[in-house]
Structures are given as C-alpha cells and as structure tokens.
C-alpha cells in the first residue's frame, strides 16, 4: 500500500484457503490506522555517550512549528537551552543550532557521569523526551614501547624408525612414525 492518507483508515481482511477438502478459509481482519507525522519527534528516543564525549540528538518539526520557541531542557531540574540564545546563563557544553527546515540538532560536549537522565525536545507547547545514558568509558591498556618478546619456536625433525624383523624365511620391514602415532 502506497501514499497512505487519513481515508484509509479501517478494517480490512485477508482471506487464505488452505486448499483441503472441504475447504477451510481462515480470515484475518487487520486494523489500519493511519495518523498524520507528529508535530514534534525525535531521531532517536534514547543516546548514549561516554564520559569526556559528545552526543548529539535531532528534534524534528513540522512547518507549522518553525517560528516556535525551541528548546532542549533537562526534566529533572528543569534548566532549559534555547535555539539562537548565546547569553551567559547559556552551558557552553550545550549548543542547540537550527536548520531551518524543520528541525534543530542539540550538541553536548564534554560529558559528565552527572549529565544523565530525562531531557526534552520542546518546540512552542509540545515536548519529545529523550533518556541520556553517560557512562565512563572503558579502559585502554597502557602501550609500552619496549621491544616485544617473541616466543622462539624449535622444530626438531625426528627420523623414522626402521623396524626390520626376521619370521622365518620372510623379512618384515616396518615403518614407524612418531607423528601419527597417538
């Protein structure tokens, strides 16, 4: 089904026939609800990052939202950042930049453990969540600079065994190898 619309909304069914004798039809009746995109949304409802990094979240809009306020708040205390406002009281790790076609890409840097939890996507009265997760990030050995030690491997090459036994008038002549030998 293509170039679905609000019309197309309703029961629909599907009938298959399994071929045996009587026949038997099994009939599904699917629901299809079509819904118009949402005014406000998000790429991805959750992101993480490590500790010291960057993540980035896009809040997506439609046209009727372009000359909303726009913002990015984290729930817990309610601290908001706002599109196209660089006042002091503004987090230089947080940077909220709009394209102007109909969303807003919001960029925090420098990470911190402290930094996770519910934030919003807020354009005009409408608001997205989206779950931050910091985590520290995993350890990297440290490198050495020394000279690596390379294992020496010694192959000794071992001679099979003759084996020459005398029954008789008949000589036997039997060849050992150790190799295969279990």
């Given at each position: 089904?293509?170039?679905?619309?609000?019309?197309?909304?309703?029961?629909?069914?599907?009938?298959?026939?399994?071929?045996?004798?009587p026949?038997?039809?099994?009939?599904?009746?699917?629901?299809?609800?079509?819904?118009?995109?949402?005014?406000?949304?998000?790429?991805?409802?959750?992101?993480?990052?490590?500790?010291?990094?960057?993540?980035?979240?896009?809040?997506?809009?439609?046209?009727?939202?372009?000359?909303?306020?726009?913002?990015?708040?984290?729930?817990?205390?309610?601290?908001?950042?706002?599109?196209?406002?660089?006042?002091?009281?503004?987090?230089?790790?947080?940077?909220?930049?709009?394209?102007?076609?109909?969303?807003?890409?919001?960029?925090?840097?420098?990470?911190?453990?402290?930094?996770?939890?519910w934030?919003?996507?807020?354009?005009?009265?409408?608001?997205?969540?989206?779950?931050?997760?910091?985590?520290?990030?995993?350890?990297?050995?440290?490198v050495?600079?020394?000279?690596?030690?390379?294992?020496?491997?010694?192959?000794?090459?071992?001679?099979?065994?003759?084996?020459?036994?005398?029954?008789?008038?008949?000589?036997?002549?039997?060849?050992?190898?150790?190799?295969?030998l279990?």
């Open positions: 089904m293509r170039n679905l619309q609000n019309k197309h909304t309703g029961h629909y069914y599907c009938v298959v026939e399994t071929g045996e004798q026949a038997i039809n099994i009939t599904y009746e699917p629901y299809l609800r079509i819904q118009s995109v949402p005014d406000v949304s998000v790429v991805s409802s959750s992101v993480s990052g490590h500790e010291g990094g960057d993540i980035s979240v896009q809040c997506l809009y439609s046209s009727g939202y372009q000359n909303k306020l726009k913002q990015w708040c984290r729930i817990k205390d309610k601290r908001c950042y706002t599109v196209g406002r660089t006042n002091t009281s503004q987090n230089s790790s947080v940077q909220i930049s709009d394209d102007g076609r109909r969303s807003f890409t919001v960029l925090m840097t420098g990470l911190r453990l402290t930094d996770s939890g934030y919003c996507c807020s354009v005009g009265d409408l608001q997205v969540p989206v779950q931050l997760t910091v985590t520290k990030p995993k350890r990297v050995p440290d050495s600079l020394e000279e690596p030690q390379v294992p020496v491997l010694t192959v000794t090459e071992t001679k099979p065994e003759i084996m020459i036994t005398q029954t008789g008038t008949e000589e036997k002549i039997s060849h050992v190898d150790r190799f295969c279990s």
